[in-house]
Each structure stands twice: as C-alpha cells, then as structure tokens.
C-alpha cells in the first residue's frame, strides 16, 4: 500500500483460529478504496489460510465504521469532478468501483456465502456501509451504546451494499423504512430488541466474545445465519405492498422534490416481489444512477460544507484547543435570551439568567420551561429529565453570580447606549477570561464594546430564532476578537447542536443580508402585480419551508418594520421601500400573532389566503407611485424564483466580496441552515452555480435596467460573469487568511 494510503485494515490471527480484522481509517474509519481493498485481501487470505478457522471484524479506536468514503463517491458515481478521490490503489476504483461488485461479488458471494463464520464485533458507530459490511456477516455484537443506522437519504443516495435488503429481513418491514428513510440510528440495546444485532457485551469484553462466537457458530452451538435469506421478520405480500404504498405517501408528502426516497422503496420491494439476488441488483444499479444525480452532488457538496465551517483560516491552527465552559450567563430572558438559555441547558451547560426585576425574571423561566416543556409533550424528553434540566437553570437580578461565568451572552434589546452599559459592568464584574457575547443582529460590535479594554473577549454570538430550535449559529468577530475566542465558541456551538459560521461584523451578518433581498424582492413583486398566494406557493415548491409572505407573518410584521429600516438606513441604494406592510399595520394586522396578516389564521394556526390583502397592496401603489407591470403580474414559477433568488446571489457575492464571509460554503450552510434554503439543491451559491454565474448576472442586469437599482449586479458577481467563473470556491480557505481577504474583520 502507498505512503498515501487513505486507511487499511490489518489481521491477526489468534491460536484459537480466530482471524480479528480491524477497519483502521481514523477519524471515523470511512470505507475508502484503499481500506475495502485491504479488507478484501485480508478476507481472501482468511479463507485461504487453513490455521483460520472463523473471522471477526470490527474496527478501531472505539468505531466499527461510518461508512463508505463520501469524497470517492464521485468515483464509483463515474469520476465527477467536483469530488476529489486521493486514493493510492486505483485498482479497485478502477476495476470494482461499481456498486455491483462490493454488493452482490463481495459481501454476499464471498463473505455471506464463505464456509468460514464471520462475526462483526461493533462499538462506536456502525453507520451506511459500516453496518451493510457487519449485516453480511453472520452474527453482530454490539456495545450498548453503539449506534447503528443507514442514513444514506440526506446524501441523495440509498444503501448499496445491501442494506436495502438486509435490513428488513433482520428487523422487520416497517422499522427498516422508518429507519432508511428518517436515517435516525439506532443504539446498540434497541438493535437488540429489534434483532438487528444478537447479543449486547460490553466494549472491554466485545472482541474475545465474537471470537468465541464466531467459533460457536463454526462447531454449531450457534446458528449460522444468512440474513440476506431469512424471511422469518417479512410481512406476507399483500400486508408488505401496504406497508410499502402508505411509506411511498409519506416520502412524497415529507420531500416531494426528492425521488431517491421512493427508488429505495422500490428497490425494497423488488427485493420482497422477486427475491433478495434480484433486489440486490437493483440496488446497485439505482446507486449507481442516484450517485451521478444533482442532488447527491448537492448534498455531498453540502456535507462537507457544514464540516467546513469550522475550519476558519487563523483560527483553526494546531495548538490553539477549546476552554472548558462550565458556567454561561444570559442577560435578558425574551424570546431570545429564553431560546438561548433552553439550548445551553438541554446541553447540560449551568446557566444564570439575568432580569431587571423579579416579575420578568419569573416570566423568562416561565419560557425556557415552556420550550423544555414542548419536548417533554412530543415525547423528546422525559419528566425526569425535564426536572434536571430545568435545575440547571437559575434566575438572578444582579452581578453577583457573575464571579465565575466563563462567557456572557447578552440578548437585550437592541439600543447601543444599553448595551455598552452592560459590557461596561460585565468587564468589572466578570473574571477576565470570562468571553463576552452579544446576541445583536445589526449593531456592530466595537459600538457595544467601545467603553470596555475588552475588545479581544467581544465576539457576536447571534442565533436565529427560535433559538433552541433553529441550527444556525452566527459567530461573529471583529478585528480584535482574539482567535481563542472564536476556537471556544465553535466548541460550544457544536456542543450544544448548531452548526456555527464565523463571519465578519456588519449590519446583518450573513444571514440577515442574504434574508433580506428574499423578502424586499417579494414585496416589490407583490406591488408591481404578482400575486402574493402565487409567489409563497412557487418558493414552497422550490423547496422553501415556508413562502416570503407567510415568513412574515410568522417572524411578525413589528420584526419586519425594524429589520427594513435598518437595512435602508445601510444600504439605501438597493432597498425597495414598500408600504404593505406598514399599512397593514396601521390597520391593526401585526401577522400570525394578530391571526391577521398576509394570510387569516383559523383556531388551529392554519394559514388562508386573504382576499382583503388586495386592498392594503393596491394602497399601497398610491402611496409608492407603483404601477402594475404587466410582464410581472404573469410570471412563470420559475421567474418568480429567480427574481426572488437572484438578488439574494447577488448579496451573497457582496457578502463574500467584503470577506463577511470567510468562503463561499459557509454561505451555502448559513442558507440552509437559517432561512431553510433546501439542502438537496447545495445551498444558495452552489444552487447558483447550478445555473451559472453569466446567467445570474445577464438577468439581473436585465431587470436592473427596467426596475432600477435593487436588481443591479455587484461588481464582484460581474467579474465572475465576464470570467464564466464560478462563485464557489472563489475564496478558496487555503488562500484567504483573514488578513490578506478585503476584510472588514
Ligand atoms: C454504499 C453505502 O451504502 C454508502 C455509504 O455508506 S454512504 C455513507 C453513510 N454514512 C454516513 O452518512 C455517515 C456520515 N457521517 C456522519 O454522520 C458524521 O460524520 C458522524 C456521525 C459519523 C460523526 O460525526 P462527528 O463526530 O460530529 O464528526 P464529523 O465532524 O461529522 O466527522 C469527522 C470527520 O470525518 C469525516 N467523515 C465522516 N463520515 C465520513 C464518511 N462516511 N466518509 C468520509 N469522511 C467522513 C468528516 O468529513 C470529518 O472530516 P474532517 O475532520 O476533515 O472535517
């Protein structure tokens, strides 16, 4: 094997006949080329060799394996450039990438068929490929605590090494689709119950147990089972084709962009209809399809952008670790404060929420037990857990407490005077370590910090709200913030499940500005003669949870009003000011909460189209001077989706431009990941992409000329145009330090 192998495998052999493979490909043991390679010659030789009797895998440093490599899908998917495949022995990719061969040649025709037991010993994670390898096998043991799944949907493919039809013959139909097509896995004590594994042992204890196991099997004091041939757990036809129509609706109903859910079905029942082999086939024909398909590629694309979110140039440098956090505190419990707080706690951080006076305090715990409460009643949490929960949180009213916090997240409202007030007292009273956060979304950080000698402990900690539900965490710096601030702050926003983007200090970060061209365009349409119902229900079949106009009236039109003003006042040149929704304001109408907005809400908060709207909008062209456009007023859903998305682009390249944002990706996750920008088309810049910048460009340029300055392309979109470059990559992380990227950090 080459110095650059990508992982291996290695064998030992036991005197008691045992052969122990091990899946050796830190950090997470992925199944690369070069490590399926290996395990494919170490199996070869265990079934030559006579002094090898039975074989048990499994894998290091307390993980089985997570999988296939998804940076070679590109190669067995036929070599797209966009996946980089660093593997020394292009032999196997070269000769056996397909699908086909690890499925049907390997796993089922050599190792489930050998006259040699194997049994997979599993702890840590066993996941996609990583549990079809341990399914082939003949037994599987596994720690308790180990989790077993095949999440392969959220990367746009289905299991390809049988899963698909392994899975259901050892846990039954129903349970395998809801765990194919959730992708949630299970743990080491549920696959037992579900049969999905044979007997649970602990970690210190799982490999010299599936030795003995493995030989049991061989001198028949245990069965010798081929999962791929049981039928035992299988519904007869008739109940299987329900089960399989009732899961087809539910795919169709949850992700009706999304086709590969319904080909694993299909592939499922190929499998119950015509017989494993023939299921099996299909498998690896519908992988191999579904891995050349636009949305694995975004999703892939999309995988490795959350992880690269974390790898900020000058902070992510060895030597520069994560503080323990052991105490937060929160000034201020409103929606935000409270979200925070619960989000902190449900990660058993202590926290200190500080009030002005007891009546808001009471009522700021009241909300984050009301949010812990929510989990309980859907079942996500149990009473007792909610009770040690909840006692992590304390409620104080002044500083006290404050001696041995580690980091402050203020979340008051946004006036500069009260903040500095606060930053000022929080320097005195917390220890000089302590790291002091702001939740702002527009007020730039050095303003709140100017009267502290902090500077380098100030950093934005902005989450979206509602802020325990919302995966987004902004992590915003500034000039000064030391890099070990930013290092401590991606610990803790991974730690208690966001996914954090670090980006530069400005008037809505990144989120905020790529937000607001969304829903300034939509109004622009609505006032010049699309119809509002139209625009909401073309962006919700693009893929967006909700339409600009049903967002509103769910954010609050109070939020809306705020937000546009401080846009304007910052950016005026390409801010559209419409007038709907201040007159619906006036009249009363603050959005869902008022139950009366762009929609009615009835008793159960479902959203109905207003015909009244009609009234506000046509006011609202009197007051504006907007006159209905005819070309507007009968757009194409498509139309409509570029003439809301493309200036959203076109902000994401000033973003980019000005080095908010340290690469492009993060724009991608920060879509995804805050305003619901689906995954499956990559994120805002890679969907562009999709497209083509010359494209964007030539569109926005056009509507420029005719709707005026909100359209026009940036200079940093119309020099990829004129190149026919793409946007990703364009600020490669490698070649963009801080200090060398047109940086306002
Ligand atoms: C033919 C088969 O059916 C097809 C397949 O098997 S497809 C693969 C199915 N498996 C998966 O989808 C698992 C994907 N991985 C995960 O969900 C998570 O990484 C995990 C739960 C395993 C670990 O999570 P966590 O501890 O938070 O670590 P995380 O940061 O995500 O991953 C650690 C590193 O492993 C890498 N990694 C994780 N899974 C990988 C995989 N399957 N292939 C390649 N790299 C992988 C990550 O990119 C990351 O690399 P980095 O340190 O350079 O950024």
Not at 479 to 485: C, E, G, I, R
Not at 497 to 513: I, S, Y
Not at 604 to 614: G, H, M, Y
Not at 650 to 663: H, M, S, T, Y
Request: glycine fraction near 8%; charge should be positive; aromatic fraction near 8%.
């Amino acid at each position: 094997m080459g110095s650059k192998a990508k992982g291996r495998t290695v064998m030992e052999v036991g005197a008691d006949g045992v052969a122990v493979i091990t899946i050796i490909n830190p950090p997470v043991n992925s199944l690369s080329f070069d490590v399926l390679n290996s395990l494919k010659e170490n199996y070869d030789q265990a079934l030559r060799r006579d002094d090898v009797k039975a074989i048990v895998f499994t894998g290091a440093n307390g993980k089985f394996s997570v999988g296939f490599d998804i940076s070679a899908f590109g190669a067995i998917g036929g070599g797209h450039k966009d996946f980089a495949v660093e593997h020394s022995s292009l032999d196997f990719a070269a000769e056996h990438s397909r699908p086909r061969y690890g499925s049907v040649e390997i796993l089922s025709d050599t190792l489930e068929a050998a006259k040699k037991p194997s049994v997979a010993a599993i702890n840590g994670l066993a996941l996609g490929g990583g549990l079809e390898v341990a399914m082939a096998c003949h037994a599987r043991l596994s720690t308790p605590t180990a989790q077993l799944g095949l999440p392969e949907i959220p990367l746009g493919v289905i299991p390809g090494f049988g899963g698909t039809q392994r899975l259901p013959r050892l846990v039954g139909l129903p349970k395998a689709l809801e765990m194919l097509l959730t992708s949630k896995p299970v743990k080491g004590e549920e696959a037992f119950a579900l049969g999905l594994v044979d007997a649970i042992v602990s970690p210190s204890e799982l490999v010299s147990t599936a030795r003995r196991w493995a030989l049991d099997i061989l001198e028949c004091r245990r069965p010798w089972v081929a999962s791929l041939y049981r039928t035992d757990k299988l519904e007869p036809l008739g109940e299987a084709k329900e089960i399989l129509k009732f899961a087809r609706a539910q795919a169709r109903k949850q992700a009706p962009n999304l086709k590969h859910p319904l080909i694993c079905i299909n592939v499922i029942e190929e499998g119950i209809i015509s017989g494993p082999r023939a299921g099996l086939l299909k498998e690896a024909e519908a992988l191999e399809e579904l891995l050349l398909s636009d949305t694995c590629k975004s999703l892939v694309h999309f995988f490795f952008a959350q992880r690269g979110t974390s790898k900020v140039p000058g902070v992510a440098v060895p030597g520069l670790v994560p503080r323990r956090v052991r105490k937060v505190a929160i000034i201020g419990g409103g929606l935000m404060g409270s979200g925070i707080a619960t989000a902190l706690i449900r990660s058993n951080y202590p926290v200190i929420l500080k009030e002005v006076n007891e009546k808001v305090l009471q009522a700021a715990i009241g909300r984050v037990r009301a949010n812990l409460q929510s989990q309980v009643k859907k079942g996500r949490m149990t009473q007792e857990k909610f009770e040690k929960t909840s006692s992590l949180l304390k409620g104080v009213l002044d500083y006290e407490g404050f001696k041995d916090v580690d980091m402050v997240i203020e979340a008051v409202f946004e006036e500069v005077s009260l903040k500095q007030q606060i930053f000022a007292d929080l320097e005195k009273c917390c220890p000089p370590h302590c790291i002091l956060a702001s939740n702002t979304s527009t007020i730039d950080l050095s303003l709140i910090g100017e009267r502290t000698k902090s500077q380098d402990r100030i950093v934005g900690a902005h989450f979206s709200s509602p802020a325990h539900v919302m995966p987004l965490l902004e992590i915003v710096r500034t000039n000064q913030t030391s890099p070990q601030v930013i290092v401590d702050l991606l610990d803790i926003g991974k730690k208690i499940k966001k996914t954090p983007v670090v980006v530069g200090n400005c008037t809505g970060f990144a989120l905020n500005r790529m937000f607001f061209p969304y829903s300034q365009s939509a109004h622009f349409l609505a006032e010049h003669g699309a119809n509002v119902y139209q625009i909401d229900n073309a962006i919700t079949k693009f893929g967006m949870p909700m339409g600009p106009f049903r967002l509103v009236d769910l954010v609050g039109f109070g939020v809306g009003v705020a937000t546009s003003m401080e846009f304007f006042q910052n950016f005026p040149e390409r801010t559209y000011k419409s007038m709907i929704v201040p007159l619906m304001v006036e009249d009363g109408r603050a959005g869902e909460s008022t139950r009366k907005g762009f929609y009615v809400y009835d008793d159960k908060r479902k959203a109905k189209p207003d015909p009244e709207v009609q009234k506000y909008i046509e006011k609202a062209r009197e007051i504006t001077g907007a006159s209905i456009d005819p070309k507007l007023s009968k757009l194409s859903e498509k139309d409509i989706v570029e003439m809301i998305f493309f200036p959203v682009v076109n902000e994401a390249c000033r973003v980019l431009d000005e080095g908010i944002a340290v690469k492009a990706a993060d724009l991608d996750v920060a879509a995804v990941m805050g305003m619901g920008f689906p995954p499956y088309r990559g994120g805002i810049i890679f969907w562009a992409d999709s497209l083509g910048s010359k494209y964007i460009y030539s569109r926005l340029e056009e509507w420029s000329k005719t709707y005026g300055e909100f359209y026009k392309p940036c200079a940093y979109l119309a020099e990829r145009a004129a190149k026919g470059a793409p946007l990703l990559n364009a600020v490669p992380l490698q070649s963009s330090p801080v200090g060398q990227a047109k940086s306002r950090l």
